[in-house]
C-alpha cells in the first residue's frame, strides 16, 4: 500500500511539474511576444507605414517600422533565446507570425534563419505549414523563402520535389514560394534541371505576383548558366509572359535582350 501511494505521489508530481514547465513556457513566449510588439509599436510612425503599404495591392497590417530597425530589434532579442531548443524557437516565430503583421513575421523570420546550422529533414513540416498558413504578401514569402526555405532545399535538396507539388498549389503565395525558394540556389548555379522544371509548372500561372517569381529566378539562374537560361527563354517565349521575360532577361547583354524580346 505504502509503495503505491508513494508511486501515485511521485507521478503526480512529476504530472505537475511538466504542468509547471509549460505553464512557465507559454509564459515565457506570451511575454517575450508581448516585449517585442511593444518596441516595434514605439519605433513605428504613420508616414513609414503609409509610404509601405504603397508596395502592396493588398491591404497589410504593418506598424511602420523601417525593415533595418526591425531586424535590430530581431538580432537582440535573438541573443536572448539563442540558448533555447530549436522547437522552442520555432514556437516563438510561430507566435509572432500568428499576430500577421510584417514586422513580426520578419523578426520570425530572421530567426528561423539564424537556426539555419541546426536545420534538419523533420524541420520541412514547420517550415511547409508556415508557407502554407501565415505568407500573405511578398515580403513575408521573399524574406522566408529566399533564406531559411531556400538554404533548408540546398542543404536537403530531395525536398525539391515537395516544392514541385507546390507549384499547383491553389494558393497564389505558396506557388510563388516554389519558384523564390530555389533563388539561393540559383545563386550558385544548382539545380538548374531542378528549377527549369519549377518554372514551366508556372509558367502559365495567371498571377502576376507567380510569374515575376519566375522571372527574377531565371534572372537569378542566369549569373552562373547564362547561355542556357537563354536557350530555355528563347524555347518558351511563346508561351512566357512578357512581365516573366523581362525580369528573366534583365542581367544578359544586349544582344541576347534584342532576341528575346523579338516577337
Same mark, same amino acid.
Given at each position: 500500500?505504502?509503495?503505491?501511494?508513494?508511486?501515485?505521489?511521485?507521478?503526480?508530481?512529476? /504530472?505537475?511539474?511538466?504542468?509547471?514547465?509549460?505553464?512557465?513556457?507559454?509564459?515565457?513566449?506570451?511575454?517575450?511576444?508581448?516585449?517585442?510588439?511593444?518596441?516595434?509599436?514605439?519605433?513605428?510612425?504613420?508616414?513609414?507605414?503609409?509610404?509601405?503599404?504603397?508596395?502592396?495591392?493588398?491591404?497589410?497590417?504593418?506598424?511602420?517600422?523601417?525593415?533595418?530597425?526591425? *531586424?535590430? &530589434?530581431?538580432?537582440?532579442?535573438?541573443?536572448?533565446?539563442?540558448?533555447?531548443?530549436?522547437?522552442?524557437?520555432?514556437?516563438?516565430?510561430?507566435?509572432?507570425?500568428?499576430?500577421?503583421?510584417?514586422?513580426?513575421?520578419?523578426?520570425?523570420?530572421?530567426?528561423?534563419?539564424?537556426?539555419?546550422?541546426?536545420?534538419?529533414?523533420?524541420?520541412?513540416?514547420?517550415?511547409?505549414?508556415?508557407?502554407?498558413?501565415?505568407?500573405?504578401?511578398?515580403?513575408?514569402?521573399?524574406?522566408?523563402?529566399?533564406?531559411?526555405?531556400?538554404?533548408?532545399?540546398?542543404? =536537403?535538396?530531395? =525536398?525539391?520535389?515537395?516544392?514541385?507539388?507546390?507549384?499547383?498549389?491553389?494558393?497564389?503565395?505558396?506557388?510563388?514560394?516554389?519558384?523564390?525558394?530555389?533563388?539561393?540556389?540559383?545563386?550558385?548555379?544548382?539545380?538548374?534541371?531542378?528549377?527549369?522544371?519549377?518554372?514551366?509548372?508556372?509558367?502559365?500561372?495567371?498571377?502576376? &505576383?507567380?510569374?515575376?517569381?519566375?522571372?527574377?529566378?531565371?534572372?537569378?539562374?542566369?549569373?552562373?548558366?547564362?547561355?542556357?537560361?537563354?536557350?530555355? &527563354?528563347?524555347? *518558351?517565349?511563346?508561351?512566357?509572359?512578357?512581365?516573366?521575360?523581362?525580369?528573366?532577361?534583365?542581367?544578359?547583354? /544586349?544582344?541576347? *535582350?534584342?532576341?528575346?524580346?523579338?516577337?
Amino acid at each position: 500500500m505504502g509503495d503505491s501511494r508513494a508511486q501515485t505521489n511521485r507521478q503526480y508530481g512529476e /504530472h505537475l511539474s511538466r504542468h509547471q514547465n509549460l505553464s512557465a513556457e507559454t509564459e515565457m513566449c506570451e511575454d517575450l511576444v508581448s516585449l517585442i510588439r511593444a518596441e516595434l509599436l514605439q519605433n513605428a510612425d504613420a508616414q513609414t507605414q503609409e509610404s509601405a503599404q504603397r508596395f502592396f495591392r493588398e491591404p497589410v497590417r504593418l506598424y511602420g517600422v523601417r525593415t533595418p530597425v526591425v *531586424r535590430e &530589434i530581431a538580432r537582440r532579442h535573438f541573443r536572448s533565446i539563442r540558448h533555447l531548443e530549436k522547437t522552442e524557437i520555432f514556437e516563438l516565430c510561430e507566435a509572432l507570425l500568428k499576430t500577421d503583421y510584417n514586422e513580426d513575421a520578419i523578426v520570425a523570420f530572421d530567426w528561423s534563419y539564424a537556426l539555419r546550422r541546426s536545420y534538419a529533414p523533420r524541420d520541412f513540416q514547420v517550415f511547409e505549414r508556415w508557407v502554407a498558413s501565415y505568407i500573405n504578401n511578398w515580403v513575408k514569402c521573399d524574406t522566408f523563402c529566399s533564406r531559411s526555405l531556400g538554404t533548408f532545399v540546398e542543404m =536537403y535538396p530531395a =525536398y525539391i520535389q515537395n516544392l514541385k507539388g507546390w507549384a499547383t498549389s491553389e494558393n497564389r503565395w505558396v506557388r510563388r514560394a516554389a519558384a523564390v525558394t530555389m533563388v539561393p540556389s540559383a545563386r550558385r548555379g544548382r539545380f538548374l534541371g531542378e528549377m527549369l522544371e519549377i518554372v514551366d509548372l508556372l509558367l502559365g500561372d495567371p498571377e502576376d &505576383i507567380v510569374q515575376k517569381g519566375c522571372g527574377w529566378l531565371l534572372k537569378e539562374a542566369s549569373r552562373c548558366h547564362q547561355q542556357e537560361v537563354f536557350s530555355y &527563354i528563347m524555347s *518558351r517565349k511563346g508561351e512566357m509572359a512578357r512581365i516573366v521575360l523581362r525580369y528573366a532577361i534583365e542581367k544578359m547583354p /544586349h544582344d541576347m *535582350r534584342r532576341m528575346a524580346m523579338e516577337r
